[in-house]
């Protein structure tokens, strides 16, 4: 059900440092297998990051793979929503309403931009997100049952 593809690919962790070596958050790096973490300076930590102010820590992870979206159950379904701010507080907000799912359009932003993973605070752990979805075809196949309560 997917109707376009975005690049999706393996990363490794980069964790940063200030300039004089010492680490912001000794804690959190001490709990990282060495081979996973990697000092760097302040000038290429900024050039590596999108925010000003990152508070010192850059980590890049995997992006999972999208899985089929849900044929039953609540779930919050996005269309044409294109700033990333707005896509990362509905993310939030599914998340505190206990709604355990977001499908989100093609014509959506992308869900795992840096603007929208800052906006949605960690609500991406929380949620199944299936990103890139065709909703007129995902609508046809639902359920009866679930097509039923569909809005008109």
Known sequence: MRCCKRARGRSAGLCGGRPSGRRRNPGLLARLAQEDVTAVGGGLLAKASALSDGGGLLALAEIPAAAAPPQNGDC???????DPGNIGTILRS???????????????????SPKVLRAAMGAHFLLGL?????LAQWLRA???TAARNRPR
């Open 76 to 82: 919050v379904v996005l269309e044409r929503i294109q």
């Open 94 to 112: 599914a998340a505190a309403a206990g709604v355990k799912n977001v499908v989100l359009g093609c014509d959506c932003a992308d869900v795992w």
């Open 130 to 134: 299936y990103p890139d979805t065709d």
């Open 142 to 144: 639902l359920p009866r």
